[in-house]
């Protein structure tokens, strides 16, 4: 019997005043592609406050993706507070020593 593929939700976000909220997973599979959609909708340089409330599920490279968005923040000449961020993505960041470049 093949086994189901499974089905990942590509992550989205929406917002505007430098507030937004990113919803889906953040992993391997979809993080290249979101990155793409931050660049192209300029959120890497206006977002100031990130929701992640709704992310359904995370890995190493989505925690690789948040902590890119802030550093392409600052270069930008603002900050980026992350807000709601889920367990697996703080106990990821704790387990790699990264977890000050997630807090505000």
């Given at each position: 019997?093949?086994?189901?593929?499974?089905?990942?939700?590509?992550?989205?976000?929406?917002?505007?005043?430098?507030?937004?909220?990113?919803?889906?997973a953040?992993?391997?599979?979809t993080?290249?592609g979101?990155?793409?959609?931050l660049?192209?909708?300029?959120?890497?340089?206006?977002?100031?406050?990130?929701?992640?409330?709704?992310?359904?599920?995370a890995?190493?490279?989505?925690?690789?993706?948040?902590?890119?968005w802030r550093?392409?923040?600052?270069r930008?000449?603002?900050?980026?507070?992350?807000?709601?961020?889920?367990?697996?993505?703080?106990?990821l960041?704790?387990?790699t020593d990264?977890?000050?470049l997630?807090?505000?």
């Amino acid at each position: 019997m093949a086994e189901a593929s499974r089905v990942v939700e590509a992550p989205r976000i929406a917002g505007g005043d430098g507030r937004c909220a990113v919803s889906g997973a953040l992993g391997f599979a979809t993080v290249s592609g979101f990155w793409r959609e931050l660049e192209a909708g300029g959120w890497l340089k206006s977002a100031q406050t990130v929701d992640l409330s709704a992310v359904t599920s995370a890995d190493s490279a989505g925690l690789a993706l948040l902590i890119a968005w802030r550093a392409a923040r600052r270069r930008a000449g603002g900050t980026l507070r992350f807000e709601a961020v889920p367990e697996r993505l703080q106990a990821l960041a704790r387990l790699t020593d990264a977890q000050s470049l997630l807090d505000a």
